[in-house]
């Protein structure tokens, strides 16, 4: 059995073995395929830095301190392969999943599925990622490339239902199927509940000891796909209880906010279902943005009429567009724009924090870029200060839902239909997740996890 880190490492990297982390962390550019790289799924980089951006204030046109959480410097380029590693560790500690009886399936709309590609195959696992077809090329290249199969199902970002359909029969072809539905499997909360919350109250006390904030986050932001990243906010509210957890969908398939669907171009959230793991009786606010301003956002950092732009309007300096440029996808834009519509829904000051999370970098969607430019043209300079202006400076206060008791409980009911009427929970597990210690139950387990793991690798030759 091939394992890596446990939670705790994950957290403070520091902790590992020194050899050990050494090692890995020469893996990372110079062998990425190596194993050794499970032991590089944390936040902080070599130097014990976590990798952040603190936003500024000339790009959001906001007092409140904007920080962001760069996840592409993780394996696979996203912090989502933290929640496929943490799934697969589980599975094998709890569950009796061994690479040579099983092969995995990983149901995906993009960077779980590379996620679970790059941790099944350096685990030794057969693994199938089940993928919709008209996701971004670089997706299904990187899937490749880490040694997975893919099967391409019908649609986009938000056809998640026929992913489902896909698995299901997967699952009764062969008895050997073990699907790691990120959607449903609770090690996905749990490494965002612990590993990602954590590092962000360690971050917030380093932060105003910068003189950036006053130790004190205000609000986390994030968009949901799988909900895995989300629950960072349920740690954060335990720590400040007057903490904001907000959630942001897209326009164009605003299903939590009025049951609605439809297909848009966010890759990565809004996936036209509340999953099972995403707890809605936390969340304080929802908000819906526009794929069309995530799109512009995306292109103002990527084209040269849009870095010119922001150098003369913003101010910010060639470095500083070197290091933020490659640090944001389409989801990183939307949780941008979502995290400034936040401080100005609460009216925070310089004291508050925001926070929010740019799950993969730029180089995962140049194929989205290249179609874009040849559909709409390159960007010229009245255009990229329009969408300076549009997407970012004038972030409005409209879709936008008040976490009451109402709309909880909406939110909550929502997972009826995919859960309990599609994949076989009962009407009592759903009700279960209204009471807070189920998922308080679920948060401790994390310590139980971490031991079991410390037992197998004192089992290990």
Known sequence: MITGPTFAEMLHPQSIEPRLRAQALAALSADPLNPLNLYNITWRDGRNQVYHIVLPRELTGVDAPIVVLVGRHFPSGSHKVGAAYSVLLEQQLLDGVDPDQHTLVWPSTGNYGIGGAFIGCRMEYD???VLPEEMSQERFERIAQYGARV???AGSESNVKEIYDEV???????????VLNQFEVMGNYRFHYYVTGNTLVELAAELQAAGVGKG??????????SAGTIAAGDRLKQVWHQHKIVGLEPIQCPTLYNNGYGAHEIQGIGDKHVTWIHNVLNMDALMAIDDRDALNGLRLFAEAAGRKVLTERCGLTPAELERLAPALGISGICNIIGAI?????????????????????MERYE??????????????NATATAYLDGVFWR?????IQEGNRQARERWHNLKYYTWVEQQGKTVAELD?????AWWEAHQRRVADIDERLLQARARMP
Do not use: E, N
Request: charged share 25%; no cysteine.
């Open 168 to 178: 299901k029969r997967l699952r009764a072809s062969d008895r050997r199927i073990r």
């Open 341 to 361: 519509k936040t401080a100005k829904f609460y009216g925070l000051g310089a004291d508050d924090l925001v926070v929010t999370v740019a799950t993969d970098g």
């Open 151 to 153: 099967i391409r199902t």
């Open 216 to 225: 004190v986050i205000s609000a986390y932001v994030s968009a949901m796909g």
């Open 432 to 436: 279960a997740q209204r009471d807070p």
């Open 395 to 399: 972030a409005g206060l409209d879709w």
């Open 127 to 129: 693994s199938i990622v």
């Open 367 to 380: 194929s989205v870029l290249a179609d874009l430019r040849a559909s709409q043209g390159a960007l010229d």
